[in-house]
């Protein structure tokens, strides 16, 4: 039997779960509801399609002001076998301990003014793949040598060479394993000189500071085997420049930061005098390889703008949109004549409840 005091306490909670009556929580607030006609609308879509026209245009014409060369080496033909191309002679297992040099000849139509930054461009080359990506550790990296979790299936290997005290591979992983060791000499026709290559400030700042260490001494890395597919020591990477060895090697730092996409260029020199127009030899020392990939090898040689290199998306994204937004005006503005000025969005969407 319910007592007063219990029917006291069940009417105060009732009352608790009620909202209280204030426009507020009743939802009598004034709003404000816009009536959007098509002619109201005209100015809108006018302005949009204008201002993306005009930053589209900047930005495709920065753009293509940026010079731009691809040179494709990958089929050059050897020096050493006239016969046979460098892609061939990388195929033949007969010839695995035996460099390749190749020379391709190309034409830059006009000069390439300011800092000219040349890359290695590779196709098919899919360095997204999980387990490529996963394999490295990032504690070796950082300089403690003895650190190879993770890095399967190219953590350890046999020891066969007099002097090695670990079978710890330095630098251990499949991204490091596949380092690309194509080299390049560029020579100017016209003037018979080599072009001047810089190695330095290719890699992210980040990256040298942080994220790549070697140790106190280079020489803890003799104590190490190095990585199967390599031709030499990660001590001997930079013959002309001792700092730009071990871990904070920067093409080797460029080559661990992977590439999101299949087709991918890396920066791997910088030419700070620019380039004449004029005839070129590239020399290459052909070590990559890309057929059992079926993939293609160019060197790509460029200037930059304010907006980096040629990549005309973002430019051609504002002016599709920009076009899209005046067609939309002049559809409305048609529209809005035929009809006599009275048609307007509020009224279709209520005839259509």
């Known amino acids: 039997m319910a007592t007063e005091d219990d029917e006291y306490w069940e009417s105060q909670h009732k009352k608790s779960n009620r909202p209280d009556d204030t426009a507020f929580k009743q939802q009598r607030l004034r709003a404000w509801k816009p009536l959007i006609t098509v002619k109201s609308t005209i100015p809108l879509f006018a302005i949009v399609g204008v201002v993306f026209l005009i930053v589209g245009g900047v930005l495709?014409?920065?753009?293509?002001?940026?010079?731009?060369?691809?040179?494709?080496?990958?089929?050059?033909?050897?020096?050493?076998?006239?016969?046979?191309?460098?892609?061939?002679?990388?195929?033949?297992?007969?010839?695995?301990?035996?460099?390749?040099?190749?020379?391709?000849n190309f034409t830059l139509p006009v000069r390439y003014p300011g800092t000219v930054f040349m890359y290695y461009k590779l196709t098919n080359f899919f360095q997204n793949h999980r387990q490529y990506i996963k394999s490295r550790n990032n504690e070796q990296l950082r300089g403690d040598l003895d650190q190879n979790e993770g890095c399967d299936p190219i953590k350890t290997a046999n020891i066969t060479r007099t002097g090695f005290t670990n079978n710890v591979v330095v630098p251990c992983g499949l991204v490091a394993n596949s380092l690309f060791n194509d080299s390049f000499s560029l020579l100017s026709l016209k003037s018979n000189m080599n072009i001047s290559l810089s190695r330095r400030n290719i890699a992210w700042a980040s990256d040298q500071n942080t994220k790549f260490r070697n140790p106190t001494d280079l020489s803890e890395f003799a104590d190490y085997k190095q990585p199967p597919n390599w031709q030499k020591p990660i001590t001997e990477l930079d013959p002309n420049d001792t700092e730009n060895n071990g871990f904070q090697n920067e093409d080797f730092i460029v080559w661990m930061r992977t590439a999101a996409l299949p087709t991918f260029r890396k920066l791997h020199r910088r030419i700070t005098e620019g380039l004449e127009s004029g005839g070129y030899e590239l020399i290459v020392d052909y070590n990559f390889p890309t057929s059992a990939f079926g993939g293609q090898k160019f060197v790509v040689l460029s200037t930059i703008s304010w907006l980096g290199g040629r990549n005309s998306f973002l430019g051609i994204a504002y002016l599709t949109v920009g076009s899209i937004s005046l067609a939309v005006a002049l559809c409305f503005l048609a529209l809005n004549s035929l009809s006599g000025g009275v048609v307007h969005i509020g009224t279709v969407l209520s005839t259509t409840k």
């Open 60 to 104: 495709y014409g920065s753009v293509n002001s940026v010079k731009e060369i691809q040179v494709d080496y990958t089929h050059c033909m050897s020096v050493q076998e006239p016969n046979m191309t460098c892609a061939e002679f990388r195929s033949n297992f007969s010839f695995a301990n035996k460099a390749c040099h190749c020379r391709v």
